[in-house]
Nanobody, 124 residues
Framework: QVQLEESGGGLVQPGGSLRLSCAVS????????MGWFRQTPGKAREFVAS????????YYGDPVKGRFSISGDNAENTVYLQMNSLKPEDTAVYYC?????????????????WGQGTQVTVSS
């Protein structure tokens, strides 16, 4: 059974940083494309970032390019999202997701497994 568990969310001031973690069990992350999405109330789930060990490619949504970085640790079977220069508009619930195949897919519907999410609030 595949399980994804996010952690690391919280309250941070504008301009600050947070690192989210996604602990994966049931599958090795190097066999999957791993992604991060976010969602605010009343809005659709938004693509943030994705990567694939096997294909060696990484993708970012336009709002986070240059500020966020996705990475993974095979030994820990964990995926990270480093978030720098945070803005109030980054406030959302952040979800970790996994899919087989390419990391170039950015639609939530194309991801097979999801975590429960972690809240990130950017506010002074």
């Amino acid at each position: 059974q595949v399980q994804l568990e996010e952690s690391g969310g919280g309250l941070v001031q504008p301009g600050g940083s947070l690192r989210l973690s996604c602990a994966v069990s049931g599958v090795p992350i190097n066999n999957y494309a791993m992604g991060w999405f976010r969602q605010t109330p009343g809005k659709a789930r938004e693509f943030v970032a994705s990567f694939s060990w096997r294909r060696g490619d990484t993708y970012y949504g336009d709002p986070v390019k240059g500020r966020f970085s996705i990475s993974g640790d095979n030994a820990e079977n964990t995926v990270y999202l480093q978030m720098n220069s945070l803005k109030p508009e980054d406030t959302a619930v952040y979800y970790c997701a996994a899919r087989t195949g390419s990391a170039s897919r950015i639609s939530p519907a194309e991801y097979d497994y999801w975590g429960q999410g972690t809240q990130v609030t950017v506010s002074s």
